[in-house]
C-alpha cells in the first residue's frame, strides 16, 4: 500500500520559487506515470506535470518552461521545481499516480503565490 506526502509548499512573492517533495511510503517504481496536481479554490483539481518511470515528462501549457517534474525510484520521490511563479499558481498541490488513484490522494501542500 502507497501512501503518498507532499512537502514543501509556502508562500511566495510573484516571479518567486518553490521546490515540491512527494514522499512515497512504498515503491513507486511499479507506477508508471506519476504526476502532480493542484487544486486552486473554488475550481477542479487539474494535472499540472506527469513522469514516466523513464522520466519522459509533460506538463500543462501553463507551467510549460516553468515547472521542471523529476522522480527518484529508487528514492520513492517526485519533486517539483516551480520557477517564475504567477498568482494564479496559488492553489494546493498533490501528488498522484497518473491517471490518479482514488486511495493515493494525500493532504497536499499549500502553494500561495502573493506580494
Known amino acids: 500500500q502507497v501512501q503518498l506526502v507532499e512537502s514543501g509548499g509556502g508562500l511566495v512573492q510573484p516571479g518567486g520559487s518553490l521546490r515540491l517533495s512527494c514522499a512515497a511510503s512504498?515503491?513507486?517504481?511499479?507506477?508508471?506515470?506519476m504526476g502532480w496536481y493542484r487544486q486552486a479554490p473554488g475550481k477542479q483539481r487539474e494535472w499540472v506535470a506527469t513522469?514516466?518511470?523513464?522520466?519522459?515528462?509533460n506538463y500543462v501549457d501553463s507551467v510549460k518552461g516553468r515547472f521542471t517534474i523529476s522522480r527518484d525510484n529508487a528514492q520513492n520521490t517526485v519533486s517539483l521545481q516551480m520557477n517564475s511563479l504567477k498568482p494564479e499558481d496559488t492553489a494546493a498541490y498533490f501528488c498522484?499516480?497518473?491517471?490518479?488513484?482514488?486511495?493515493?490522494w494525500g493532504q497536499g501542500t499549500q502553494v500561495t503565490v502573493s506580494s
Open positions: 498522484n499516480a497518473y491517471p490518479p488513484t482514488p486511495r493515493y
Open positions: 512504498g515503491s513507486i517504481f511499479n507506477i508508471y506515470v
Open positions: 513522469i514516466t518511470r523513464g522520466g519522459s515528462t
